[in-house]
C-alpha cells in the first residue's frame, strides 16, 4: 500500500517537472517566427523626366483633289479624235477632243458671206445718202428722200452689226468643236471614244482631278474648334497624314476651318493643304490626320506601357529602394507610345514598365539592366 503511494506521487513530480521545462522552453522562444523569405520580382524600369510635347489632335481624313472638272461637250456633234489616254497627266489647254466642225464651218463661211454682202450694200446706202444731201442743195430732191436714205443707212449700219455679231457666235460653237483640258491635272476614264455623237451639256466624257496640290478634309471635334482657331491666327498649323499600311508621312499646312458647327455630330470641317509632289495622296483615300496646335512645356511624361488600369483608376509601380509601390495617376493624354501625367508623378522617380503582373504594393523587386547599360 505505502509503495503504491510513494509510486503515484514519484509520477506525479516527474509530470510537473516536465510541464514546468516545457513551458519554460515555449515561454522563452519568440513569438513571431520569420516567414520565409519571397524572391525578388525582376522589373523593367523608366525614368519620370520633363520634355516639350506637341499639342496635337488626331483625326480621320479624307483625301479630295484640289479641282475637278467634269469635261463635257458644249455643241451637238461627233467625236472625231481622242487626243489622250485614260489617266494621263495634262496641262491647261492641252487639245483631249476634237469634234466634227463641218456642219458649223459651213455655218460660218454663209455668216462671213453675208457680212461681205451687207457691208457692201451698206457702203452703197452711204453714197446715195451723201448724193442726196448735195441735191438738196439745189432743190432737185425733197428733204423727204435725204431723210429715207439716211435711215436706210442706219438700218444697214444695225444689219451689218448684226452680222458681225452672228459670225463672233459661229466662231466661238466652231472653237467648241476643240475640247481643252481647262486645269493641269490627272484624267480619270474616257466614257465616249471616237464615233460616239455627243450631245450639249450630256455625260462628261471624262474627269480631271489635279492632285498637286492636293486638299486633306477632315471632322474634328468642336471642343479643339477654339484652340485651332488660335493656332490657325498664330501662324501656320502644321499638318501630317499618314496612310493605312505605310510609313510614309506627308507634311501640309491647315488651310480652312468651316464657319459652322454640325450640331447633328459636334464637329467641324478642316482641310489641309499638301503639295503632294511624290502623288502619294490619291483623291478618296482615307488617312490619319495629325495637326499640331502648340506645345505643351515641360510636360512629365512616362512610357505608356507604365500606366495600368483598374476600376479605381489609372496607376503606376514607383520603384524605390527595391520595393513597388503603387500610386494612383491623372493621364492627361497619350502621344506616340508616351502617356503624359498631370498628376501623381514627380520628375526622377522611377516607375515599372514591365513584370507589373507580379507587383503588389510593398513588394520587393530587381531590376532588369539591359546589357551595356546601368540601373537608374
Not at 499639342?55 to 451637238?76: D, N
Request: proline share 4%; net charge neutral; glycine share 6%.
Amino acid at each position: 500500500m505505502k509503495k503504491s503511494v510513494w509510486h503515484r506521487t514519484l509520477l506525479a513530480v516527474c509530470a510537473g517537472v516536465i510541464g514546468i521545462v516545457v513551458f519554460s522552453y515555449f515561454k522563452s522562444a519568440p513569438q513571431n517566427l520569420p516567414e520565409a523569405a519571397l524572391p525578388a520580382v525582376p522589373v523593367s524600369v523608366a525614368s519620370v523626366v520633363s520634355q516639350d510635347i506637341p499639342l496635337q489632335i488626331q483625326a480621320v481624313g479624307t483625301v479630295m483633289p484640289f479641282q475637278s472638272v467634269a469635261i463635257k461637250s458644249r455643241i451637238e456633234s461627233q467625236i472625231v479624235a481622242v487626243k489622250f489616254r485614260d489617266g494621263d497627266v495634262v496641262k491647261k489647254g492641252d487639245l483631249l477632243f476634237v469634234l466634227d466642225d463641218r456642219t458649223i464651218k459651213a455655218q460660218l463661211d454663209k455668216a462671213k458671206a453675208e457680212l461681205v454682202r451687207d457691208k457692201a450694200q451698206l457702203e452703197d446706202l452711204k453714197l446715195q445718202y451723201e448724193r442726196n444731201k448735195s441735191l438738196t442743195e439745189g432743190r432737185a430732191i425733197s428733204k423727204q428722200v435725204v431723210e429715207s436714205s439716211k435711215f436706210a443707212v442706219q438700218a444697214q449700219t444695225a444689219l451689218v452689226t448684226a452680222d458681225m455679231a452672228a459670225v463672233d457666235n459661229i466662231s466661238v460653237q466652231l472653237g467648241y468643236t476643240q475640247i481643252l483640258a481647262p486645269i493641269d491635272g490627272r484624267t480619270g476614264t474616257i466614257t465616249s471614244t471616237v464615233g460616239n455623237n455627243v450631245k450639249v451639256n450630256d455625260v462628261p466624257l471624262v474627269t480631271i482631278n489635279q492632285i498637286q496640290p492636293i486638299l486633306v478634309q477632315s471632322s474634328l471635334p468642336q471642343g479643339s474648334f477654339d484652340e485651332v482657331r488660335r493656332a490657325m491666327h498664330a501662324g501656320a498649323v502644321a499638318v501630317t497624314a499618314i496612310m493605312e499600311n505605310s510609313a510614309a508621312v506627308a507634311a501640309g499646312t491647315l488651310e480652312y476651318i468651316d464657319n459652322t458647327i454640325d450640331k447633328s455630330t459636334g464637329t467641324f470641317v478642316a482641310r489641309a493643304l499638301f503639295a503632294n509632289a511624290d502623288e502619294a495622296l490619291w483623291p478618296g483615300m482615307l488617312v490619319s490626320v495629325m495637326l499640331t496646335i502648340g506645345q505643351d512645356e515641360n510636360a512629365i511624361v512616362i512610357p505608356e506601357v507604365a500606366v495600368q488600369n483598374s476600376y479605381s483608376g489609372d496607376f503606376v509601380f514607383v520603384i524605390a529602394e527595391e520595393k513597388a509601390q503603387k500610386r494612383a495617376i491623372t493621364v492627361k493624354r497619350n502621344i506616340e507610345s508616351m502617356a503624359i501625367i498631370s498628376a501623381g508623378l514627380k520628375v526622377g522617380e522611377t516607375v515599372a514598365t514591365d513584370g507589373m503582373l507580379s507587383l503588389s504594393d510593398g513588394t520587393t523587386v530587381s531590376i532588369r539592366v539591359a546589357q551595356g547599360s546601368s540601373p537608374p
